[in-house]
T-cell receptor, first 113, second 113 residues
Framework: DAGVTQSPTHLIKTRGQHVTLRCSPI?????VSWYQQVLGQGPQFIFQ???????GRGNFPDRFSARQFPNYSSELNVNALLLGDSALYLC????????????FGPGTRLTVT | DQQVKQNSPSLSVQEGRISILNCDYT??????FLWYKKYPAEGPTFLIS?????DKNEDGRFTVFLNKSAKHLSLHIVPSQPGDSAVYFC????????????FGKGTRLSVIA
């Protein structure tokens, strides 16, 4: 079975630009969560989606947005990029009945210059 | 305010010996705990978990112990192998509220041959 997939693997953007990151969950999983991991820190929760609806949001500015599609894949969008947005962005999928058991994708490494 | 703390940034252990990684939490609502292992350039991989109704869970070389009164958990790896060298994250969740995972900062384990 395929695990969680994310694209792209790496991305370099300039300050002020926007970026879209993509995630496909494990087959059968309907909940997707996004996390940001900066160097030296643990992953920090950004969003959780289930059935195309936002079910949770972490302490991130409105420049961050996300959506979930009917096939349960998801996009994370970040506008007006700042240098501090440079991080590894992780997508995790889970079943809705067990959202505490999350399985992570390989991540997208975003570098903002 | 860090709700999940891993106070040892790094740990070095000889091959064949026991590795003990520690984690403390402050939120009494947490009732499910997980350990993830992360290699560079990869997403976190689920290792082992424990529910608050248990005080021990074992899976092969990996055992997690939970002391609820002390709000402390530990991961034991016996025997340690060079392939265990990675960053280990402790994570916690309040299952009843479908809350997202809250991670510690991680502990880098180096197993020396």
């Amino acid at each position: 079975d395929a695990g969680v997939t994310q694209s792209p693997t790496h991305l370099i953007k300039t300050r002020g630009q926007h970026v879209t990151l993509r995630c496909s969950p494990i087959s059968g999983h309907k909940s997707v969560s996004w996390y940001q991991q900066v160097l030296g820190q643990g992953p920090q929760f950004i969003f959780q989606y289930y059935e195309k609806e936002e079910r949770g949001r972490g302490n991130f500015p409105d420049r961050f947005s996300a959506r979930q599609f009917p096939n349960y894949s998801s996009e994370l969008n970040v506008n007006a990029l700042l240098l501090g947005d440079s991080a590894l962005y992780l997508c995790a999928s889970s079943s809705w009945t067990a959202t505490y058991e999350q399985y992570f994708g390989p991540g997208t490494r975003l570098t903002v210059t | 305010d860090q709700q999940v703390k891993q106070n040892s940034p790094s740990l070095s252990v000889q091959e064949g010996r026991i590795s003990i990684l520690n984690c403390d939490y402050t939120n009494s609502m947490f009732d499910y705990f997980l350990w993830y292992k992360k290699y560079p350039a990869e997403g976190p991989t689920f290792l082992i978990s424990i529910s608050s109704i248990k005080d021990k869970n074992e899976d092969g070389r990996f055992t997690v112990f939970l002391n609820k009164s002390a709000k402390h958990l530990s991961l034991h790896i016996v025997p340690s192998q060079p392939g265990d060298s990675a960053v280990y994250f402790c994570a916690a969740s309040a299952r009843s509220g479908n809350t997202p995972l809250v991670f510690g900062k991680g502990t880098r384990l180096s197993v020396i041959a």
